[in-house]
């Protein structure tokens, strides 16, 4: 059996414990470019403009999955049964969606009005004809502040529903920049699915509900929908403003209230104020 000197040997388990760690950092580099190679470039790319058709849509400062922002098919046969009813109509949306342009061509002979915050929505759609505006808009308030705005509404006589136009409102909820259309006509319809909030930080829809509601009470009798109501705000807002004496049907995340012009009124809810703990 050949035996090799200590002195001999060393080196040569340096050279092999020198080849092993090379090949290790080789196997973790390979590794770590594989496994964050898709989530860099998923990254990228939601933050660029994103076709219709892709897996999401960038929408101001937030990702969402348009998958998310689209209606089920109960909620848009709810929603356009409703518009064949009232056809032709006044019709308000607040928030735009492709789903929603099928309303316009339901809406035939009527005016319909899309109140978009995000430009890149109203880029890539072309419907301002055939009594069809689309506007851009600007939204605000967090959705953070909600409970600070419910409580200002509460306390704040210019919150009132018998208070003066919108326009001249100084409640913190009324949106007194909308195009002069939105003030001057009488709505048939009104829906409420934007701003997006979804987050925090996103714009919430808590003056587009309270607005609504303001504008539903100028006319004869105005059907609002609200979107989403298995959120928070969008659940407390409509109880308090839309009121659940008025709400008259429902199907999906889709609430339907019907509102009678109340002008003499002080109140938007003929029963006890919903009580919600901070």
Sequence with gaps: MMMFPGKKLLPLLVFILACLSILRLVKIAINTSHSSSPAAAFSSSVEQKVPSNAAGVYIGSHKTSLNATLLAPKEFMFLSDLIRRKAPCNL???????????LSSINAGGITIFLEDDPYKIS?????????????????????????LLKHARESPACAPATSLLLQSTCKLALRSL??????LKWDVVVVDGPIGDAPEAPGRMSTIYTASMLA???????VLVHDVHRTIEKWFSWEFLC????VSSKGKF?????SNHSNSTRFCSSDTVRIVN
């Design 92 to 102: 308000l949306i607040f928030g735009l969606q492709p789903q929603y342009l099928n």
């Design 217 to 223: 009470r100028a006319g004869t009798t105005t059907h």
């Design 179 to 184: 195009p002069k259309q939105v003030y001057q």
């Design 255 to 259: 609430w339907n209230f019907s509102i």
């Design 124 to 148: 890539e759609i072309d419907a301002d004809s055939n009594g069809t505006h689309i506007y851009k808009v600007e939204y605000e308030v967090p959705a953070k502040k909600a409970y600070e």
């Design 244 to 247: 659940e004496e008025n709400l």
